[in-house]
């Protein structure tokens, strides 16, 4: 598969239990944020962003976190499902619309 | 709506040998960036076009890697003569405007023997 050679971190989660997966951003200038999910075969599907002017931000089941202090990023998942297994990618960029600067990816694995 | 498509899904070819990718974006989609995984590195960007121009190449590894999008509509990438540090998924997301948010294809699965 593509993660072949790719040692990503991994979190495992029980159905029904909340995922925090986190994400540490390199460059403090970067604006814009992003989170991707990646299910074996298929391209990045796109979750959730936030701007560098916010710290919280809200979507379905999902939440993304940002501490530009620490140059932290993370993602919530709620009542997290077997369809959520996948790997996440986290990514950031000097300005929306910028080319994106990604991370290495968590693997979550939820198990039923 | 469909979303961006790339062309071939997989391909094996030899060392020394030319191998052209297609993408094509969503339509209406003036942006168009390629970017690629390959082994046991994280997805990096290699360019963006906006329309037919090339707005940002500064990825793009070195002159063996030509990418073109005559007529602002679909994108090649060309990889010639190919090596085996170029195994790996080639990516290509687009967006419609400016600064709005970039949506992956499926990826071309490039093996390089």
């Known amino acids: 598969g593509e993660s072949v050679g790719l040692h990503l971190p991994t979190l495992s989660v029980q159905e029904g239990d909340n995922s925090i997966i986190n994400c540490a951003y390199s460059?403090?200038?970067?604006?814009?944020f992003i989170w991707y999910k990646q299910e074996s075969g298929k391209g990045p599907q796109f979750i959730i962003d936030?701007?560098?002017?916010?710290d919280k931000r809200q979507g379905q089941r999902v939440t993304v976190l940002l501490n530009k202090t620490v140059k932290h990023l993370s993602l919530q998942i709620a009542a997290t499902q077997p369809g959520d297994s996948a790997v996440y990618f986290c990514?950031?960029?000097?300005?929306?619309?910028?080319?994106?600067?990604f991370g290495q990816g968590t693997e979550l694995s939820v198990k039923p | 709506e469909a979303g961006v498509t790339q062309f071939p899904s997989h391909s094996v070819i030899e060392k020394g040998q030319t191998v052209t990718l297609r993408c094509d974006p969503i339509?209406?989609?003036?942006?168009l960036y390629w970017y690629r995984r390959v082994m046991g590195k994280e997805i990096k960007f290699l360019l963006h076009?906006?329309?037919?121009?090339?707005?940002?190449e500064s990825g793009m590894p070195n002159n063996r890697f030509l990418a073109e999008r005559t007529g602002g509509t679909y994108s090649t990438l060309k990889v010639q003569p190919a090596e085996l540090e170029d195994s790996g998924v080639y990516f290509c997301?687009?967006?419609?405007?400016?600064?709005?948010?970039?949506?992956f294809g499926p990826g071309t699965r490039l093996l390089v023997l």
């Open positions: 997301a687009s967006s419609q405007d400016y600064g709005e948010t970039q949506y």
């Open positions: 990514a950031e960029s000097k300005y929306q619309g910028g080319k994106l600067i």
């Open positions: 936030i701007r560098s002017n916010m």
């Open positions: 339509s209406g989609h003036d942006n």
């Open positions: 076009f906006v329309k037919e121009s090339k707005q940002d």
């Open positions: 460059n403090s200038a970067s604006d814009y």
